[in-house]
């Protein structure tokens, strides 16, 4: 028995020596500001109904923890037990309550829970896809403005870690996760786990959770994940960030594990964020499915990934 059940992921935290300059990067990503306080703390939210979903403090840059959603007090409260911590308000737009702790490689990780929602802003509905089986816009032109992403919501997180064995243990007893994809190397040792929210009959995302191993600096930040509306906004997105000059690194093209059509770009201090839509959703009676890095790494279409990607 796991010690919660995370629904979902929540938002992920970076520190960075310009604020501003982190907020004018995230504003062309697709992100809006959702508290800019002055107080050397920028909160940034997506369409969708979370109170932020990417949050910037001053400092040095780096990657600073990634918090998880639970549904109860009583959850909060036994995981404070469990690490010897205590359960906090949570600061920052939506109030509520967090558990801070720290995972077999250090990563902080919080579990967050009752902060309010925000209403949802209007995400764009899309025009129709005209197929060969299928017209469904007739008498209509598609216009596609060159403008920023609308992200709607974080999806998923990918960390290196030094065990994914401790890992795995750590995160599953805590959170009651459950494994969609097992990806081993060819001598059958475990290289990397695509982890998803056990939801029951609900359908969740094919992953939240990454955890690999990569060579040289195991434990470390790989990238995250932002849900955009569709496909065409995905590239206009693409296409503006590529205007305003910043550093794109792979895509766009489709993934195997998950499926989604996905593009990354990096921000000012070199974080790998993703753009992604179309992914694959899962209930908990879908199996583990057990597979090679060569399908990991791979692509259904679209350009290979850069050869740095994989560290």
């Given at each position: 028995?796991?010690?919660?059940?995370?629904?979902?992921?929540?938002?992920?935290?970076?520190?960075?020596?310009?604020?501003?300059?982190?907020?004018?990067?995230?504003?062309?990503?697709?992100?809006?500001?959702?508290?800019?306080?002055?107080?050397?703390?920028?909160?940034?939210?997506?369409?969708?109904?979370?109170?932020?979903?990417?949050?910037?403090?001053?400092?040095?840059?780096?990657?600073?923890?990634?918090?998880?959603?639970?549904?109860?007090?009583?959850?909060?409260?036994?995981?404070?037990?469990?690490?010897?911590?205590?359960v906090e308000p949570l600061s920052g737009p939506g109030g509520g309550h967090v558990?801070?702790?720290?995972?077999?490689?250090?990563?902080?990780?919080?579990?967050?829970?009752?902060?309010?929602?925000?209403?949802?802003?209007?995400?764009?509905?899309?025009?129709?896809?005209?197929?060969?089986?299928?017209?469904?816009?007739?008498?209509?032109?598609?216009?596609?403005?060159?403008?920023?992403?609308?992200?709607?919501?974080?999806?998923?997180?990918?960390?290196g870690v030094s065990d994914i064995t401790a890992t795995w243990a750590w995160w599953?007893?805590?959170?009651?996760?459950?494994?969609?994809?097992?990806?081993?190397?060819?001598d059958g040792d475990v290289a990397s786990l695509f982890i998803r929210c056990d939801?029951?009959?609900?359908?969740?995302?094919?992953?939240?959770?990454?955890?690999?191993?990569?060579?040289?600096?195991?434990?470390?930040?790989?990238?995250?994940?932002?849900?955009?509306?569709?496909?065409?906004?995905?590239?206009?997105?693409?296409?503006?960030?590529?205007?305003?000059?910043?550093?794109?690194?792979?895509?766009?093209?489709?993934?195997?594990?998950?499926?989604?059509?996905?593009?990354?770009?990096?921000?000012?201090?070199?974080?790998?964020?993703?753009?992604?839509?179309?992914?694959?959703?899962?209930?908990?009676?879908?199996?583990?499915?057990?597979?090679?890095?060569?399908?990991?790494?791979?692509?259904?279409?679209?350009?290979?990934?850069?050869?740095?990607?994989?560290?």
């Amino acid at each position: 028995m796991s010690l919660s059940k995370a629904i979902d992921i929540a938002s992920v935290r970076f520190s960075a020596p310009d604020l501003q300059a982190m907020r004018a990067f995230l504003h062309d990503f697709g992100l809006r500001v959702a508290e800019d306080a002055g107080d050397g703390v920028l909160r940034m939210r997506g369409l969708g109904p979370a109170p932020f979903i990417h949050e910037t403090v001053q400092g040095d840059a780096g990657f600073v923890a990634l918090s998880l959603r639970v549904s109860t007090l009583a959850e909060m409260q036994t995981l404070a037990d469990a690490d010897g911590t205590r359960v906090e308000p949570l600061s920052g737009p939506g109030g509520g309550h967090v558990v801070r702790m720290r995972d077999p490689d250090g990563y902080r990780v919080e579990a967050v829970c009752g902060d309010v929602q925000a209403s949802p802003l209007p995400t764009p509905s899309g025009c129709p896809w005209n197929s060969a089986a299928r017209q469904d816009r007739t008498g209509q032109t598609k216009r596609i403005s060159t403008e920023p992403a609308h992200i709607v919501r974080l999806g998923h997180v990918v960390l290196g870690v030094s065990d994914i064995t401790a890992t795995w243990a750590w995160w599953q007893q805590r959170f009651g996760l459950l494994v969609s994809d097992e990806v081993r190397t060819p001598d059958g040792d475990v290289a990397s786990l695509f982890i998803r929210c056990d939801r029951g009959t609900t359908a969740v995302d094919h992953h939240t959770l990454n955890f690999a191993r990569f060579p040289g600096s195991p434990a470390r930040f790989h990238h995250a994940a932002f849900e955009v509306s569709d496909l065409d906004d995905l590239m206009a997105g693409n296409r503006f960030l590529a205007e305003r000059g910043h550093v794109h690194e792979w895509g766009v093209g489709r993934h195997i594990l998950g499926s989604q059509v996905f593009d990354y770009w990096r921000d000012p201090w070199g974080h790998r964020l993703e753009h992604w839509t179309d992914g694959d959703l899962f209930d908990a009676n879908a199996p583990t499915n057990v597979t090679d890095m060569k399908t990991m790494m791979g692509c259904q279409w679209g350009p290979a990934p850069p050869g740095n990607f994989a560290s």
